[in-house]
């Protein structure tokens, strides 16, 4: 059994919803990530969201662009961030860890090669942005063969075969975009969500997690009542973006930011 499903499985058993929560490797300088991690983990995180900073990041908004950006002034690579992984092994093994980022990195490396260091590292899950299922039969099954999930995006937009589709080929847990554009939107369409989620659930087997547009306490306890999980990603790294070359204060405050959603989480 991965570590995520052991995740999920402790939190159906318990009652509770999981917090997904995402940070850029690097930002703001390589060596506050690993702290950082930890610092989520400290503030209720069940799963963490590592993204490796690319140039060009299609599915994200300002923020997280902005992050990218930063982290790869420092010149933070694919390898680089699987280093950052191995050190956050080395003190937490339990905490699941979900590489998220594009498949440009990944080609250039090679599947099998990514797969085996990525594993190695010790990532459980990997979430391809721009790879369309069709085209990731060879990549699925160099993830499947090191051991590591596959999880993969829905939006407002998949089509029912689209949804079969991924709930096939998916496994840890599916990612549910929760409205139509990037990361960082501010709103959250409650009774448009959970008429897709209601959808969805009918083809998808997998534990599901909802993300986009979720910043509040408020709103994260919206979204936990209706999926598996929530994901935060761009409050946190804005959070990061405003303490800027300050670490430490940037720890505490993405640990007091999330000990709050987690706690609204869990009164809902």
């Known amino acids: 059994m991965s570590r995520i499903a052991t995740r999920f499985a402790e939190l159906a058993q318990q009652r509770r919803k999981g917090l997904i929560t995402f940070i850029t490797a690097g930002d703001p300088a390589p060596a506050a990530t690993v ?15 590592v993204g490796v900073p690319f140039s060009d990041p299609m599915a994200e908004g300002p923020v997280i662009q902005r992050a990218s950006e930063r982290a790869l002034r420092h010149h933070v690579s694919l390898h680089d961030v699987l280093a950052m992984v191995a050190e956050f092994r080395r003190t937490d093994t339990r905490t699941p860890v979900v590489l998220m980022g594009y498949l440009n990195p990944i080609e250039h490396m090679g599947y099998r090669a990514f ?22 039969a060879e990549y699925i099954a160099a993830l499947r063969a090191a051991r590591l999930d596959p999880v993969f995006l829905l939006a407002p937009t998949s089509t029912p ?24 939107a501010s709103t959250f369409d409650l009774q448009s969500v959970a008429g897709s989620v209601a959808a969805i659930r009918r083809d998808i087997h997998q534990p599901l997690a909802v993300g986009f547009g979720i ?36 720890i505490t405050e993405v640990t007091d930011y999330l000990t709050a959603i987690r706690q609204a989480i869990d009164a809902a």
Not at 129 to 136: A, F, K, S
Not at 161 to 184: C, D, E, H
């Open 35 to 49: 702290p950082l991690l930890h610092a989520m983990v400290a503030g209720g995180a069940d799963i963490i969201e």
């Open 115 to 136: 797969a085996a260091a990525a594993q190695q590292a010790g990532a459980d899950g990997v979430i391809t942005v721009d790879l369309p299922p069709e085209e990731g």
């Open 161 to 184: 075969a689209r949804i079969r589709q991924i709930g096939a080929l998916a496994s840890g847990f599916v990612y549910y975009v929760s409205l139509k554009g990037v990361t960082g």
């Open 215 to 250: 910043k509040t306490p408020q709103v994260a306890a919206q979204a936990a009542a209706l999926a598996d999980a929530v994901v935060i990603g761009s409050a946190v790294v804005s959070i990061i973006e405003q303490c800027g070359a300050d670490s430490g204060r940037a």
